[in-house]
């Protein structure tokens, strides 16, 4: 009976301890989202009035949303493609 309490103990913290594991890279993952709104924004703030900072926005808005719905690599590209339209990549 020993052996059963010990396995399930066992069991119990490998499950935990994936758990806690998941959720950790579930915040590098947005981390990723907010460096990059980070970087865009400053990067809007030196652009020059255009169209590609009205394509950049476009880009921005898409990533905010994206990100906002946890898909955060979808996210982060289409932050990159704000920068790389606003020169900055």
Known sequence: ???????ASALALCVALGFA???NAADAKATDCNH???QVSTAFD???????????????RMAR???????????VAHYEKALELLGKS
């Open 36 to 38: 990059m709104a980070k």
């Open 1 to 7: 009976m020993t052996f059963v309490k010990s396995a």
């Open 21 to 23: 594991t998941a959720a």
């Open 65 to 75: 949303q994206y990100c906002a719905s946890t898909r955060y690599a979808q996210g």
């Open 46 to 60: 030196s652009a020059k009035p255009g169209d590609t900072v009205e394509n950049a926005r476009a880009e921005e």
